[in-house]
């Protein structure tokens, strides 16, 4: 059974994929931070909002598929 709490985080977090693989990442952002504050410790969110910064500062190459390479461990 989802909580309710869970069923909210699920909507925002999967309305902001759909953002983020669409190089969306302003509003992607936005929605990841909706679901961080539904669940503050939401590691998924967290870690896509991280990213999202990252490519608002070096926007990825237009031919990007919306996969994330680290480049540093």
Known sequence: MITA????????YNEALIQYKNRQFEAALKLFKQAL???PN?????????RCQHF????PPED???VFTMTTK
């Open 5 to 12: 709490e869970m069923e909210k985080v699920l909507k925002f």
């Open 37 to 39: 504050e539904a669940k």
């Open 42 to 50: 939401d590691g998924p969110s967290k870690l896509y909002i991280e």
């Open 56 to 59: 608002m500062e070096s926007p």
């Open 64 to 66: 990007w598929d919306g």
